[in-house]
C-alpha cells in the first residue's frame, strides 16, 4: 500500500461514513427485518459447471445431490423469513450466481416456493451463462415470470474465450444473446469484460460493436479485476486487488460511450449503457435487500449481514436457524452513506431522492454538500435543479476512489468468508 494511503484512506471514510475507524462484522445474530418498506430480494446460486480462474464470486462445482441438498435449504431459509417479511411488497428479485440456470428445473422450483411464501415479486432478473440457457430453459424462466436476463458473454474473441478459461466460445454467446431477443424479455443486458490481458483495442472495439449491434437493451462492461484469493490472483501471488492500467480502461470506456451514445443507448450507471425507456438491470442498488442462499447479504434498518459461504454449513444451519456468518450494526449515516455510493454509481445523486429515502426532514446538502459541493469546483459533479449529476470524467474518477474502499471491503470480507464457514471476526 502507498504510505499516504493509510493517512488519507480513514480521513475520506470519516467524511462520508462518520467513522474513521475499520468496520469489524462479528458472528452475532442480527435483528429480523420487521419494518423495511419495499426491501429487494437477492438469491444466490453457488454451482457452475466450470469454474472461471478470475471469479471472485462464491461458486463451487456443480454436483446434483450437492445442488439438491441447496435447494431444499434455501426454501427452508425462505420459511424461516416469512412470518418476519408479510405484508411487505418486493420490487425486485435478483438471481445471481454463480451460475443460477445451472440447474434451471431446480431455479423454477425455489421461484415457485418464494412466490408462494412471500407473494409475488415486481422485476425478476436473472443471471445467465451462454451455455447453460437453452430455448427450453428460457421459455420456463418467462413462464415463471422473470422479466430480465443477463447474458454473460464477457468477450466475442475465441482466442480471449479461451486464454481467460470460457467454456463457451463467441458464436454460442451470441445464439445465446439472439435467442434470449427473440423469446422477448422485458430486457436483455450483457455483460462484458475489457482490459483483459492481452486484450487490443480494435478486439474490444469489436466486441462492443458486435453486441450493441445485436440489438441488446443494456450493455454492463466489467475492467477486469484480479482479487488475491481467485485462482489468477493466486498464481500471480498478489496481495491487494488488482486494477488494469488506467489509460487502458480510460481509453476502452470512451470507445464504448461515444459508440453506445452514437447507437441510442444512453449511460445509465458508471459501466452501463441502457435503452431510453428500458429498465435498468441491477443487482444490490436498492436502499434495503434482504439475501437468500449461501454468501447472500442482507441489509436492513438495523444491520448488515451475510450468510456463510460454505454450502454444506448452509444446508447443516438450516431449517433450525438463519445461516448467517458475520454481522455488524447499520445506523443511519451509514445507510446514508451507502445511498451515496449507489447513487453516485448510478450518476444522479438527488435530492428529492434522499428525502424519499430518508425523510422530508432530511437534506442532502447538510448531510453530504462538503463533500459534494469540492467535486463540482473539480467538474467532476455538476449541480441539477434537484442535486448532483456526475459528469464523464466524474464516472471514472469518484468511481476510482471508490473503488479504493469497495474492493478491499469485499476483499476482507470475501477473502475471509471463503477460508472458514464462520469466521471469529471479519476487519473491513
Ligand atoms: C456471476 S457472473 C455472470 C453469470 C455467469 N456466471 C457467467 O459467468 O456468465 C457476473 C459478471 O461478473 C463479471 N466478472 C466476473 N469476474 C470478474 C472480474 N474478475 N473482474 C471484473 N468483472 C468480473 C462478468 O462480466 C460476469 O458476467
Ligand atoms: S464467472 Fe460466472 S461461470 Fe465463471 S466461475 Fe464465476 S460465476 Fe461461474
Keep these: 500500500m502507498i504510505p499516504g ?48 480462474p478470475y471469479c471472485p464470486y462464491n461458486r463451487i462445482e456443480y454436483e446434483e445431490c450437492a445442488f439438491a441438498a441447496y435447494q431444499q435449504a434455501v426454501k427452508q ?8 417479511l408479510e405484508g411487505m411488497s418486493f420490487p425486485s428479485l435478483y438471481i445471481g450466481g454463480g451460475t443460477p440456470t445451472v440447474n434451471w428445473s431446480g431455479l423454477v422450483s425455489i421461484l415457485d416456493h418464494l412466490k408462494r411464501r412471500l407473494g409475488s415479486v415486481g422485476n425478476i432478473c436473472v443471471e445467465l451463462h451462454p451455455a447453460n440457457m437453452d430455448d427450453d430453459c428460457l421459455m420456463a424462466l418467462k413462464e415463471a415470470g422473470v422479466t430480465m436476463l443477463s447474458v454473460g458473454v464477457e468477450s466475442t474473441s475465441d482466442k480471449l474465450l479461451e486464454q481467460i478459461k470460457r467454456s463457451h466460445d463467441s458464436r454460442t454467446a451470441i445464439h445465446a444473446v439472439e435467442r434470449a431477443l427473440r423469446i422477448g424479455f422485458e430486457s436483455v443486458n450483457v455483460d462484458l469484460m475489457f482490459a483483459l490481458p492481452g486484450q487490443s483495442s480494435a478486439e ?43 489509460h487502458v480502461v480510460k481509453g476502452m470506456l470512451k470507445f464504448t460511450d461515444d459508440y453506445c451514445e452514437g447507437r441510442g443507448l444512453r449511460r445509465c450507471a458508471v459501466w452501463s449503457w441502457l435503452k431510453p425507456g428500458r429498465n435498468k438491470f441491477s443487482s444490490i442498488t436498492r436502499h434495503h435487500y434482504i439475501g437468500f442462499g449461501p454468501s447472500a447479504a442482507s441489509m436492513t434498518d438495523s444491520d448488515f449481514y451475510v450468510n456463510t459461504f460454505d454450502v454444506d454449513a448452509y444446508v447443516c444451519k438450516l431449517p433450525a436457524e438463519r445461516p448467517v456468518a458475520v454481522s455488524m450494526p447499520v445506523n443511519r449515516r451509514i445507510e446514508m452513506a451507502y445511498w451515496l455510493y449507489w447513487r453516485v454509481y448510478e450518476l444522479k445523486v438527488l435530492a428529492s431522492d434522499f428525502q424519499s429515502v430518508f425523510g422530508a426532514d432530511a437534506s442532502l446538502e447538510s448531510t ?44 476482507r470480507l470475501w477473502g475471509t468468508c471463503r477460508k472458514t464457514a464462520w469466521p471469529l471476526k471479519v476487519s473491513l
Design 5 to 52: 494511503k493509510i493517512i488519507w484512506k480513514p480521513i475520506v471514510q470519516k467524511a462520508v461514513t462518520g467513522r474513521a475507524r475499520r468496520f469489524r462484522m462479528i458472528p452475532e445474530k442480527p435483528q429480523w427485518p420487521k419494518h423495511l418498506t419495499s426491501p429487494g430480494l437477492y438469491l444466490h446460486v453457488p454451482f457452475c459447471k466450470n469454474l472461471c
Design 77 to 84: 431459509e425462505i420459511d424461516l423469513y416469512a412470518p418476519y
Design 204 to 246: 474490444w472495439q469489436a466486441d462492443v460493436r458486435t453486441i450493441v449491434d445485436l440489438g441488446v437493451d443494456q450493455l454492463s462492461t466489467y475492467p477486469m479485476f484480479s482479487f488475491p484469493y481467485s485462482d489468477f490472483g493466486k498464481t500471480k501471488g498478489i496481495r491487494q486487488v488488482e486494477r488494469p492500467a488506467h
Design 368 to 411: 453530504f454538500g462538503h463533500l459534494l459541493r469540492p467535486l463540482v469546483l473539480m467538474r467532476l459533479l455538476e449541480r441539477a435543479t434537484d442535486g448532483y449529476h456526475v459528469t464523464t470524467p466524474g464516472a471514472y474518477w469518484i468511481h476510482r476512489l471508490q473503488n479504493e474502499y469497495s474492493l478491499n471491503y469485499i476483499n
